[in-house]
């Protein structure tokens, strides 16, 4: 009985730990590595998805988008790491009394301040 456990239990740690190994996020890593040194703003494509190797954005550097004709989310893919100690924005911008709230990108304008 005992050795039938451990058949179990080794068999799991091999066939789970392959699982792990084999993610794939998608990304073709086309748009090369992305580590902005400064806060900036990033162009959306068409279909709002970002292709990066590896994805660095430092502390105290701010990344925000400017979207794309169809409004598209953003997508951020990485064939790699990924380290986020800085700001990712995609708020939209608040209202007034004669401007109605921009939505942010993939987002939609809201009402009147």
């Known amino acids: 009985?005992?050795?039938?456990?451990?058949?179990?239990?080794?068999?799991?740690?091999?066939?789970?730990?392959?699982?792990?190994?084999?993610?794939?996020?998608?990304?073709?890593?086309?748009?090369?590595?992305?580590n902005p040194t400064a806060s900036m703003e990033v162009v959306l494509p068409p279909d709002g998805v970002l292709n990066y190797t590896t994805v660095d954005i430092p502390a105290g550097v701010t990344v925000t988008f400017k979207k794309n004709a169809a409004n598209t989310p953003v997508f951020m893919l990485a064939t790699g790491d990924v380290n986020i100690a800085g700001t990712i924005d995609v708020a939209?911008?608040?209202?007034?009394?004669?401007?109605?709230?921009?939505?942010?990108?993939?987002?939609?304008?809201?009402?009147?301040?």
């Open 1 to 34: 009985m005992f050795k039938k456990i451990l058949l179990v239990m080794a068999s799991c740690l091999v066939f789970c730990s392959a699982a792990y190994a084999t993610f794939n996020s998608g990304s073709t890593g086309t748009d090369g590595p992305f």
């Open 92 to 113: 939209g911008k608040g209202a007034t009394s004669l401007v109605p709230g921009a939505g942010g990108p993939g987002g939609f304008a809201g009402g009147y301040g």
